[in-house]
């Protein structure tokens, strides 16, 4: 596999991460009460990985309603 097919594999797996965490932090509580670190322990990735993907938590919404 080349190293590109291989960050792209990663890339899918953190967003598809992220999208999980939100949807099941959305289950518990308000949109306005989840942070960005909510967001990224319940997804298992690191807070800066977040932001290699997302500017905003609205983004990853806007993402996750897509």
């Given amino acids: 596999m080349s190293s590109s097919a291989s960050l792209d594999i990663r890339k899918v797996k953190s967003q ?24 990224t322990a319940a997804a298992g990735i690191g807070y800066a990985t977040f932001y290699r993907h997302y500017d905003s938590k609205e983004a990853l919404l806007n993402d996750v309603a897509k």
Avoid: K, V, Y
């Fill in 16 to 39: 598809d991460s992220m999208r999980r965490a939100l949807l099941s932090l959305i289950a518990e509580r308000a949109f306005d009460q989840i942070t960005t670190r909510d967001i």
